[in-house]
């Protein structure tokens, strides 16, 4: 029978029930009494023992283990926690001819987010700029300007991000992501190069959530391994950068076999909108009803490997409006069938467009 931990009134009860029973008299009948309070605290202490007792519990089992424990159990099976990346790129540099920018230069977002410079830069080039601070917030789109702190001498105030933005940033692996890869790590040991190999090598890469293999045949005899991969915690979209794929794709080389012909990719993106005429069409409602769609892609949405995979059912997607809180009545216009995603494609969750 599994031990159950007793609650603090019940650790109340008891602890007044031992002090009371060995006194005498009708001090124990007060209802202030002082030998009440001690019970009451004797109480308390035990019951936060009983609570670290239950969470050092959980710490002596790997699926359960937290924080430092988890790390402690990953590094046995020579897993390692994912640190902080910084984020880093490339921003056009405008002013007076001949000028340079100095290695060094702070830069900064608009938000507040500082960039250094990690070479010199002339004007009417690209200078390569890294963010200060580790972490996916760091990174930014094509297009960002980014502000000198302090003016340099014939050099314009506002550097443009280049066309590959500045990417690369992570955060610190949580809890949940390494305990997944420890599982698998576990559950699915090494086999010198299979289709799981690949997909834990991939989510081995800093900021890579989720991976997936498949095998092409191009010609008899001839197969081509590619490694899918996505960036669930990017602000924007979960679809890697090319940036973002040379980096996950360089991580890959360095561990897959020798003999091995690896493709690494992101899926190409299918956006899919619902058309939805919803009753009623609060704003509660439909912000529900948008959660429940951008959960059913998530928890569904994969590549077309070659296979069928990463089919968004239709009757998935009415059930996901119809669990919605609130919702009373819904009519889906739009899609009128199964979502297919064609080879290499991944279904992403468009806003969903109300239909009056």
């Given at each position: 029978?599994?031990?159950e931990?007793p609650?603090?009134?019940?650790?109340?009860?008891?602890a007044?029930a031992?002090?009371?029973g060995?006194?005498?008299g009708?001090?124990?009948?007060?209802?202030r009494?002082v030998l009440?309070v001690?019970?009451r605290v004797?109480?308390?202490?035990?019951h936060?023992?009983y609570?670290?007792?239950?969470?050092i519990?959980?710490?002596?089992?790997?699926d359960?283990?937290?924080?430092?424990?988890l790390?402690?159990?990953?590094s046995?099976?020579?897993?390692?926690?994912?640190?902080?990346?910084?984020?880093?790129?490339?921003a056009a540099?405008?002013?007076?001819?001949?000028?340079?920018?100095?290695?060094?230069?702070?830069?900064?977002?608009?938000?507040?987010?500082?960039?250094?410079?990690?070479?010199?830069g002339e004007?009417?080039?690209?200078?390569p700029?890294?963010?200060?601070?580790?972490?996916?917030d760091?990174?930014?789109?094509?297009?960002?300007?980014?502000?000198?702190?302090?003016?340099v001498?014939?050099?314009?105030?506002?550097?443009v991000?280049?066309?590959?933005?500045?990417?690369?940033?992570?955060?610190?692996?949580?809890?949940?992501?390494?305990?997944?890869?420890l599982l698998?790590?576990i559950?699915?040991?090494?086999?010198?190069?299979?289709?799981?190999d690949?997909?834990?090598?991939?989510k081995?890469?800093?900021g890579?959530t989720?991976?997936?293999v498949?095998t092409?045949?191009d010609?008899p005899?001839?197969?081509?391994?590619?490694?899918y991969f996505?960036m669930?915690?990017?602000?924007?979209?979960?679809?890697?950068?090319?940036?973002?794929?040379?980096?996950?794709?360089a991580?890959?080389?360095t561990v897959?076999?020798?003999?091995a012909?690896?493709?690494t990719?992101?899926?190409?993106?299918?956006v899919?909108?619902?058309?939805?005429?919803l009753?009623?069409a609060?704003?509660?409602?439909?912000?529900?009803?948008?959660?429940?769609?951008?959960?059913?892609?998530?928890r569904?949405?994969?590549p077309?490997r070659?296979?069928?995979?990463?089919?968004?059912?239709?009757s998935?997607?009415?059930e996901?409006?119809?669990?919605?809180?609130?919702?009373?009545?819904?009519?889906?216009?739009?899609?009128v069938?199964?979502?297919?995603?064609?080879?290499?494609q991944?279904?992403?969750?468009g806003?969903?467009?109300?239909?009056?």
């Amino acid at each position: 029978m599994p031990f159950e931990r007793p609650s603090l009134t019940t650790l109340i009860s008891r602890a007044e029930a031992d002090v009371f029973g060995r006194i005498e008299g009708g001090a124990k009948t007060l209802r202030r009494a002082v030998l009440r309070v001690l019970a009451r605290v004797l109480a308390a202490l035990v019951h936060g023992l009983y609570g670290f007792l239950a969470w050092i519990f959980k710490q002596l089992f790997a699926d359960t283990a937290e924080g430092a424990y988890l790390e402690r159990w990953a590094s046995i099976w020579g897993i390692r926690r994912k640190a902080a990346t910084f984020a880093a790129g490339g921003a056009a540099l405008a002013g007076s001819p001949g000028r340079t920018l100095p290695l060094g230069t702070v830069l900064q977002r608009a938000d507040g987010r500082q960039y250094v410079t990690t070479a010199e830069g002339e004007t009417g080039a690209t200078v390569p700029v890294e963010a200060i601070v580790a972490g996916a917030d760091g990174n930014c789109d094509t297009g960002t300007i980014l502000s000198l702190v302090s003016p340099v001498a014939g050099i314009e105030a506002d550097l443009v991000v280049d066309a590959e933005g500045v990417v690369g940033g992570a955060d610190k692996e949580l809890d949940e992501s390494l305990l997944s890869r420890l599982l698998e790590r576990i559950q699915r040991p090494p086999h010198g190069g299979s289709k799981a190999d690949y997909a834990r090598w991939a989510k081995e890469v800093p900021g890579v959530t989720r991976a997936w293999v498949a095998t092409v045949e191009d010609e008899p005899g001839h197969i081509r391994v590619v490694v899918y991969f996505v960036m669930d915690g990017k602000a924007d979209t979960f679809i890697p950068t090319e940036a973002e794929t040379a980096i996950a794709a360089a991580y890959i080389d360095t561990v897959r076999p020798v003999t091995a012909e690896v493709v690494t990719t992101g899926p190409a993106p299918l956006v899919i909108a619902p058309q939805i005429r919803l009753t009623p069409a609060s704003a509660a409602v439909k912000a529900a009803v948008t959660a429940e769609w951008r959960d059913l892609i998530l928890r569904e949405a994969e590549p077309n490997r070659g296979g069928g995979e990463g089919r968004i059912l239709l009757s998935h997607i009415r059930e996901a409006i119809s669990v919605a809180a609130g919702e009373e009545d819904h009519e889906l216009v739009f899609p009128v069938d199964t979502v297919e995603p064609s080879l290499g494609q991944m279904v992403v969750a468009g806003d969903p467009v109300w239909v009056e």
